[in-house]
């Protein structure tokens, strides 16, 4: 025959017999259909037992656990919980399951039941509330191999519980945690591993609003009981609390609250309704601030790096009210003073300190007695008065701060004045020890 003819002639065969090419698509899914009849059918498999250990020993179970984060939707610190969405897969090997392949056809099979084959009693223990997802279909799959591996997937929503440590809230690291036991099986016939290379992987865009995923680490977490020990994987994820938050809405406005406070220093001594209403109103602002702080935080034995900061911010607001009270009521007593003044002149005060209450004594009965003075004088008492005068005319050493003060010729504008330095300077100082404090702290429970 000539060349090339042949191959036209399969062709034209093809195109003239279709349906014998889709016959042996047909007969290759009526293959896998067998398949699954000859595993799965009555009388050949039970889920009830668990497959046999290594290399069909009667050794454990060998079950290797991967999860995907998919997102954490929140943290709440008032619950102590933390709402997470994952795909969960587990593998492990049933010889029981082995297949032919057909030459690699059979890549693997597909059941979306997974009480056909036997399941691992996997749960979450530090699990609150979870579900499934069923839009549109069930979220799970079981996919069999031709070795007799099996893989068990499904996408499932958890809140979990995660006792917390806020003694240095809002400058805090929090460790949640996802731990998965078994729940009837003991060591001696499961036993859960973690999947090698990278048994935990977290979705790229993953975004909290108030916390940042640093890291994550992988442990196991054993349990013993009464009866027997149970395996156990835990996942360690490690939250740092977001502090620019905080610092718009708590540190900067209790900061600006206390300096507004301070205003009362620079008004008239006079200003009463003004003073007072100012120093109330900021009183009440800074309790109202602490009060809605507490009310998103759960009621803790311990003090807090935030309890601090409010509690030593209402003590400044609370201490320049009680020192608009000290210069009223020096005010007061300086008016008493310079009202004795006026009714008792300073020339009388000066004509009645000229009398020397030695040079004449009155006896009862009214009349003079003159002192006498002696005649020869000692050389001791000339010598104390020399001394007397040398005292007297050495010149006093001059003290800045009184020489400051007695430009301002009240008590209560004294006191006004030494409160514009005092209490700026103070709150500094706890600023610089508060943040030193709690900022080293905090690098230490990092390490």
């Excluded at 290594?54 to 995907?68: A, L």
């Excluded at 949640?176 to 859960?192: E, H, K, P, Q």
């Excluded at 994987?233 to 620019?244: I, M, T, Y």
């Amino acid at each position: 025959m000539w060349p090339g003819v042949l191959p036209l002639l399969v062709l034209l065969a093809a195109l003239l017999h279709p349906s014998r090419c889709t016959q042996v698509k047909v007969n290759f899914r009526e293959k896998e259909k067998q398949v699954l009849d000859n595993i799965l059918g009555p009388g050949r498999y039970d889920a009830r037992i668990r497959p046999s250990g290594e290399n069909g020993t009667d050794g454990p179970t060998n079950v290797k656990v991967n999860i995907f984060l998919r997102s954490i939707s929140k943290i709440d610190d008032y619950n102590m919980e933390y709402s997470v969405q994952l795909t969960f897969r587990e593998q492990w090997l049933d010889e029981r399951l082995r297949f032919n392949d057909f030459g690699g056809r059979l890549k693997y099979l597909t059941l979306t039941e997974a009480n056909r084959v036997w399941m691992p009693d996997l749960f979450f223990s530090n699990e609150k509330e979870g579900h499934f997802h069923n839009i549109i279909m069930p979220n799970v799959y079981i996919r069999i191999f031709p070795n007799g591996s099996v893989l068990y997937s499904i996408r499932i929503s958890l809140t979990l519980s995660c006792p917390m440590n806020l003694k240095l809230y809002p400058l805090d690291r929090q460790v949640c945690s996802l731990r998965m036991a078994s729940y009837g099986w003991t060591t001696n016939d499961l036993v859960f591993l973690w999947k090698e290379g990278d048994p935990v992987q977290v979705v790229k865009n993953l975004h909290l609003p108030r916390f940042t995923l640093e890291k994550f680490l992988t442990d196991y977490c054993n349990s013993k009981t009464n009866t027997g020990e149970y395996s156990c994987l835990k996942v360690d994820l490690l939250f740092k609390r977001e502090f620019s938050y905080y610092l718009i809405q708590i540190y900067i406005p209790c900061c600006m609250l206390v300096i507004v406070s301070w205003v009362s220093f620079w008004l008239d001594q006079s200003a009463v309704p003004a003073r007072v209403s100012l120093g109330v109103t900021t009183l009440l602002t800074m309790a109202t601030q602490t009060s809605g702080i507490n009310a998103s935080l759960p009621p803790v034995s311990y003090t807090k790096a935030i309890d601090v900061w409010t509690g030593v911010c209402l003590t400044f607001v609370f201490g320049a009210l009680l020192e608009f009270a000290l210069v009223n009521y020096a005010s007061r007593s300086d008016m008493h003073s310079d009202n004795i003044k006026k009714q008792f002149p300073a020339s009388e005060m000066e004509h009645s300190s000229s009398i020397d209450p030695s040079s004449e004594l009155l006896e009862p009965d009214g009349s003079a007695n003159f002192a006498m003075k002696p005649l020869v004088r000692h050389p001791e008492d000339s010598i104390d008065k020399l001394r007397q005068c040398e005292i007297h005319m050495q010149p006093r050493k001059k003290n800045c701060c009184r020489s400051w003060l007695s430009k301002f010729p009240t008590r209560s504008k004294r006191i006004d004045v030494i409160s514009r330095i005092f209490f700026p300077i103070v709150f500094a100082f706890f600023n610089l020890a508060y943040w030193s404090t709690y900022l080293f702290r905090e690098e230490e429970g990092s390490e």
